[in-house]
């Protein structure tokens, strides 16, 4: 269950962040921001503090998004495919398994610029933060159903 609920939370707040970059939808660039704000105020982050880890934190979502982007397009091909070979399936599958670790790659990978930017207390929140968002998303279309 947690590692649904964190995919959930990956997938969401990466095409969120990619669908609003790319002017796909106002409802996109809404959550984007939304998102986005709502980091700022759980974390607390200064004026010096939002300038230096905003664009780090987009710079990531996109890093993330990509990696899932070109596991989906794999996926997506092998499904099209008539006759797709043992080759094709372990192509695909081996993309769609390695996206969560690539993406931990990538989290590490910025965890440690987030580190010189935002406090120790602030680097624990920012996670509570990423999850506080996507189940109040969740939440939300729950309640639109």
């Known amino acids: 269950m947690k590692k649904i609920i964190s995919i959930l939370i990956i997938t969401l707040a990466v095409s969120t962040a990619a669908m609003a970059q790319s002017g796909r939808t106002k409802f996109a660039t809404d959550m984007y921001q939304a998102k986005h704000e709502m980091i700022i105020e759980e974390l607390g982050l200064t004026q010096t503090q939002q300038k230096q880890f905003m664009p780090l934190y987009e710079q990531m979502e996109r890093e993330i998004y990509q990696v899932n982007r070109n596991a989906r397009v794999l996926a997506s091909e092998v499904e099209k495919k008539k006759n797709p070979s043992d080759r094709d399936y372990e192509a695909a599958a081996s993309a769609l398994s390695s996206t969560r670790m690539r993406e931990g ?34 939440s939300k279309k729950k309640k639109r159903k």
């Open 105 to 138: 790659e990538i989290e590490a990978k910025y965890f440690e610029k987030f580190s010189k930017i935002l406090t120790k207390k602030q680097l624990f929140q920012l996670k509570q933060a990423e999850v506080k968002f996507t189940r109040e998303m969740i």
